[in-house]
């Protein structure tokens, strides 16, 4: 009975001095503790606003490049979210694109496709205006190329972007230039679109001269009832003509 008695003492003794030592921790070393758990669910819950926001200005660049529709549009872009991996380059490239079109469909920028302003085309002037700053922004995408695979594409279209410009004003041996460039730049990363452009530049000669279509009121005339314009224009038609149900001509 004693021995119990002395048991149990012992344990009380034991599981008193137990919590004196952990109030005794939590009085010494618990602060310290929990502000370094504080800090790091802090830290933790701050890691996660970041990136969210991350993510939310990504989306906000992408859906800016998306809502433009001229050049200089495209370049606020780039120059506002400068920071965003690939989208200044796609932005710059674009821009020129938009140029080089109102240069190939001869219809003044921001211009209504029905307005009597698209109707007169683009001037000489604009002409040289909008080459000018295609090649610019063109050329600022090649400047800011790294050499990178993620870059590849962007350096390999502004390139080739280049050589149209100097076909345009031609020179053939500047654009040759731009096309082995494009492919040499190519060639690590896409081999077949390295082949395709390196043709490209091994034809340029073929479109050194331009093909000017005549207008139809510069054509010649043939006088009228005029028997091989009649012979022409009914053997043309014929060929048109589909036969009716009889099986006649």
């Known amino acids: 009975m004693d021995q119990r008695l002395k048991d149990v003492h012992q344990t009380e003794l034991t599981e008193s001095r137990i919590n004196e030592d952990f109030v005794d921790f939590l009085k010494t070393k618990g602060p310290q503790y929990m502000l370094l758990i504080l800090i790091g669910i802090c830290g933790y819950l701050g890691i996660?606003?970041?990136?969210?926001?991350?993510?939310?200005?990504?989306?906000?660049?992408?859906?800016?490049?998306?809502?433009?529709r001229l050049p200089g549009a495209f370049e606020d872009v780039a120059s506002k979210y400068s920071d965003v991996p690939g989208l200044p380059q796609q932005a710059l490239k674009l821009g020129a694109d938009t140029l080089l079109q109102a240069v190939l469909s001869d219809r003044p920028l921001a211009a209504d496709p029905t307005s009597p302003m698209a109707a007169q085309g683009i001037s000489d002037d604009e002409r040289i205006e909008y080459m000018d700053r295609a090649?610019?922004?063109?050329?600022?995408?090649?400047?800011?190329?790294?050499?990178?695979?993620?870059?590849t594409l962007h350096?390999?279209?502004?390139?080739?972007?280049?050589?149209?410009?100097?076909?345009?004003?031609?020179?053939?041996?500047?654009?040759?230039?731009?096309?082995?460039?494009?492919?040499?730049?190519?060639?690590?990363?896409?081999?077949?679109?390295?082949?395709?452009?390196?043709?490209?530049?091994?034809?340029?000669?073929?479109?050194?001269?331009?093909?000017?279509?005549?207008?139809?009121?510069?054509?010649?005339?043939?006088?009228?009832?005029?028997?091989l314009e009649s012979a022409v224009i009914g053997e043309a038609l014929g060929d048109l003509l589909l036969p009716d149900d009889s099986g006649d001509g």
């Not at 610019?136 to 695979?149: E, F, G, M, P």
């Not at 492919?183 to 990363?189: F, G, K, L, T, V």
């Open 135 to 151: 090649e610019r922004l063109y050329q600022a995408v090649v400047d800011s190329d790294n050499d990178s695979l993620a870059m």
């Open 48 to 68: 996660l606003r970041w990136k969210q926001h991350k993510t939310n200005y990504y989306n906000e660049a992408w859906v800016a490049l998306l809502e433009c």
């Open 155 to 227: 350096a390999v279209s502004a390139m080739q972007g280049l050589a149209v410009i100097a076909e345009s004003r031609g020179d053939i041996e500047d654009a040759r230039l731009f096309y082995e460039m494009a492919a040499e730049r190519a060639e690590p990363y896409y081999p077949a679109l390295a082949r395709r452009v390196r043709d490209r530049a091994a034809t340029v000669d073929e479109y050194e001269v331009a093909v000017v279509l005549p207008a139809q009121a510069d054509l010649p005339a043939n006088p009228p009832g005029d028997p």
